[in-house]
């Protein structure tokens, strides 16, 4: 964890971030988004945001937490009610992070020890959710390796050599991936695997509003946010019976094409004219 001595942000800033966090894929009918989006940022907003997202990673998850609750799995491959919101919660803050690599670095990706920590998870929650027990011990066995103090301090040096963006350059790349939203949206249909790109391109601009909104508060990030949270969660649902209609052999999920929700699209729209009119 990061002494307090270096630390910047506060504990209530960090339980702010957390709390969006939690709330960022909530679908909500009545929202609307705001007339203008915020598209002038400083090479300091960058950093704070980074800096912010990493602040809750390394004060907030707990290694020996994690690496308990990994070695329950790996002796009983499941975990009770309680466990699960832990292990969902250490999750949500790797995820968080990784969406930070991506959005406020200047390669725009997440370091391959980080990311490869943070899909391991995901695929160990899937499968003690699901009852797969062979997978969950082989999931988590890998995921210990990787808690053992060598690798963990391998995973955090890597975070600290990030370079970033400037405000600039954060603000072209943006663009950059609203402008690929909207190419997108003048087809007729899509995949399931093209769907999944568009909703991380709106989850990687949740993430960054829940940044934004808890540094500096304001009504206006607050309303984006929430219009952005909106369509991660519609996203989120129809992105998950896609990957069921695949797992049931009834769509291929990289070749079988299928028509935008109209609302969805609309909603989309809004979003890519606000950002590039």
């Known amino acids: 964890m990061v002494p307090d001595a270096m630390s910047r942000f506060s504990d209530q800033q960090l339980n702010r971030l957390f709390e969006v966090i939690l709330i960022n894929d909530v679908a909500e009918d009545h929202v609307t988004l705001p007339e203008t989006i915020p598209s002038s940022f400083t090479d ?11 602040e809750l990673w390394a004060r907030q998850v707990d290694r020996r937490e994690l690496l308990s609750l990994v070695d ?23 995820k968080h992070m990784r969406f ?11 370091p391959i020890l980080f990311k490869s920590m943070t899909t391991l998870m995901g695929h160990a929650q899937d499968a003690f959710r699901n009852g797969h027990s062979l997978k969950t011990r082989f999931y988590a066995v890998a995921l210990r390796m990787m808690i053992i103090t060598p690798y963990w301090h391998m995973m955090a040096r890597e975070l ?7 405000g600039a350059a954060f603000e072209q790349f943006l663009r950059r991936q609203v402008s690929a939203l909207s190419a ?3 087809e007729d249909s899509l995949t399931a695997h093209r769907f999944h790109a568009l909703r991380k391109i709106v989850s990687r601009q949740v993430s960054f509003f829940d940044d934004y909104r808890t540094i ?35 769509e291929d999920y990289h070749t079988c094409r299928f028509p935008l929700d109209s609302s969805l699209r609309e909603k989309l729209n809004r979003l890519a004219r606000q950002y590039l009119e």
């Open 160 to 166: 600290s050599k990030m370079n970033l963006e400037t």
């Open 100 to 110: 930070a690599c991506v959005l406020y670095t200047t390669r725009h990706q997440c």
């Open 72 to 94: 329950h799995l790996i002796i009983s491959a499941t975990l009770n009610s309680k466990e699960r919101v832990s292990f969902k919660h250490i999750r949500a803050k790797f």
């Open 216 to 250: 500096f508060p304001n009504s206006q990030a607050d309303a984006i946010a929430r219009y952005l949270s909106d369509l991660n969660g519609r996203m989120g649902r129809i992105h998950d019976g896609l990957v069921l209609k695949h797992a049931a052999g009834e």
């Open 44 to 54: 300091g907003v960058v950093r704070d945001c980074f800096d912010l997202s990493h």
């Open 184 to 186: 997108s949206l003048r």
